[in-house]
T-cell receptor
Framework: GAGVSQTPSNKVTEKGKYVELRCDPISGHTALYWYRQSLGQGPEFLIYFQGTGAADDSGLPNDRFFAVRPEGSVSTLKIQRTERGDSAVYLC?????????????FGPGTRLTVL | EDKVVQSPLSLVVHEGDTVTLNCSYEVTNFRSLLWYKQEKKAPTFLFMLTSSGIEKKSGRLSSILDKKELFSILNITATQTGDSAVYLCAVPYAGNMLTFGGGTRLMVKP
């Protein structure tokens, strides 16, 4: 079956611009997670959704970052007034339920480059 | 604060060698530990470990958890060039979100 998909695969933007990154989880998965991975580091948690609501957004670095999941499936991560420090790979994962023993499956990520 | 540390940071071996990758953790309310392989961008799931002392095995890869000493190892026997990747270890916290280690970059030379 189809895995987690993310679009675009690469995004180059200029400092100060607005970007949207999209994640389409595995069908039937109710939990969806966003992570950010800088070069040479492990992924860092940003936000997770259980259904349509953001259950925990404690990893969002500041109020320029926002994410939605209006119908409980596709999610969009939105970054306003991008900065060079936002350059990273943004990974999305989904799991059947939210829980410590439920495996998260990752998408291929979006590589964001802010010039 | 939950913490995951992996070692070594990087490793270069030749095909046929056996490697052992280490992951130590400090986490409240431990439930599980996960290993992922990351070749390009997408981490792909390898193992989930919940019980101490029980080895999980998949082909040439195996992993074991020691909940008393708070660590896990990932073994790869008879390495192949296709095993070259970053191997990530992660533990869930607050029940849901994953805390990752920094990864071990493995390069297998022909």
């Amino acid at each position: 079956g189809a895995g987690v998909s993310q679009t675009p695969s690469n995004k180059v933007t200029e400092k100060g611009k607005y970007v949207e990154l999209r994640c389409d989880p595995i069908s039937g998965h109710t939990a969806l997670y966003w992570y950010r991975q800088s070069l040479g580091q492990g992924p860092e948690f940003l936000i997770y959704f259980q259904g349509t609501g953001a259950a925990d957004d404690s990893g969002l670095p500041n109020d320029r970052f926002f994410a939605v999941r209006p119908e409980g499936s596709v999610s969009t991560l939105k970054i306003q007034r991008t900065e060079r420090g936002d350059s990273a790979v943004y990974l999305c994962a989904s799991s059947f339920i939210a829980g410590g023993t439920d495996t998260q499956y990752f998408g291929p990520g979006t590589r964001l480059t802010v010039l | 604060e939950d913490k995951v540390v992996q070692s070594p940071l990087s490793l270069v071996v030749h095909e046929g060698d056996t490697v052992t990758l280490n992951c130590s953790y400090e986490v409240t309310n431990f439930r599980s530990l996960l290993w992922y392989k990351q070749e390009k961008k997408a981490p792909t799931f390898l193992f989930m470990l919940t019980s101490s002392g029980i080895e999980k095995k998949s082909g040439r890869l195996s992993s074991i958890l020691d909940k008393k000493e708070l660590f896990s190892i990932l073994n790869i026997t008879a390495t192949q060039t296709g095993d070259s990747a970053v191997y990530l270890c992660a533990v869930p916290y607050a029940g849901n979100m994953l805390t990752f280690g920094g990864g071990t970059r493995l390069m297998v030379k022909p």
